[in-house]
């Protein structure tokens, strides 16, 4: 079993929807859970980062922690077509370094 | 403020050859990590340097290896290489553990 789990998708929403993204893990050390929009042929960009659990809003984006669940969703709030990518979770906090453990990805496609 | 930087951006090797990728962190970040990013496996952590020194190593053979100069710039080497060494190489910079950017990496196709 994967340490983070992620459904890749794809999902397919309308222009204007609410877009609920998820990922489940298993180790209850990380404490760092962050949000990556990759689009294609290009390196990963941070949308959003929280510590431990809580809400985190940022524009038209949401993020979720819920530790006693192990559960992290990404809300996209609005959703245009230029939000089609690749979402990752990542998270990290295990040791001192800074390794990052990422999910598979979802692909999202918003259609105009 | 500049962005991270990764050299080459694409390159093509034959098995057997060796390839060093570098990579340029934005500045004031001291702490370099590398991932490789493949369809199947996704992003996999592979090595993180912070002021020259190896701090964590991923499930990697030793054919991978990597440095980190004083000026924070990071190089990583794959010697012998595989078919299955195909990858997207990305290298990330932070200067705190929650804020790590990554640049737009090197597309490596081993033939």
């Known amino acids: 079993q994967k340490e983070v789990e992620q459904d890749p998708g794809p999902l397919s929403v309308p222009e204007g929807a609410i877009v609920s993204l998820n990922c489940t893990y298993s180790n209850s050390a990380f404490q760092y859970f962050m949000w990556y929009r990759q689009y294609s042929r290009k390196g990963p960009e941070l949308l959003m980062y929280?510590?431990?659990?809580g809400n985190k809003e940022d524009g038209r984006f949401t993020a979720q922690v819920d530790k006693s669940s192990k559960y992290i969703s990404l809300f996209i709030r609005d959703s245009q077509p230029s939000d089609s990518a690749t979402y990752l979770c990542a998270m990290s906090g295990m040791d001192s370094s800074y390794k990052l453990i990422f999910g598979s990805g979802t692909r999202l496609l918003v259609r105009p | 403020k500049a962005g991270v930087t990764q050299t080459p951006r694409y390159l093509i090797k034959t098995r057997g050859q060796q390839v060093t990728l570098s990579c340029s962190p934005i500045s004031g970040h001291r702490s370099v990590s590398w991932y490789q990013q493949t369809p199947g496996q996704g992003l996999q952590f592979l090595f993180e340097y912070f002021s020259e020194t190896q701090r964590n190593k991923g499930n990697f053979p030793g054919r991978f290896s990597g440095r980190q100069f004083s000026n924070s710039r990071s190089e990583m080497n794959v010697s012998t290489l595989e078919l299955g060494d195909s990858a997207l190489y990305l290298c990330?910079?932070?200067?705190?553990?929650?804020?790590?950017?990554f640049g737009p990496g090197t597309r490596l196709l081993v033939l």
């Open positions: 990330a910079s932070s200067r705190q553990q929650e804020t790590q950017y």
């Open positions: 929280t510590y431990s659990s």
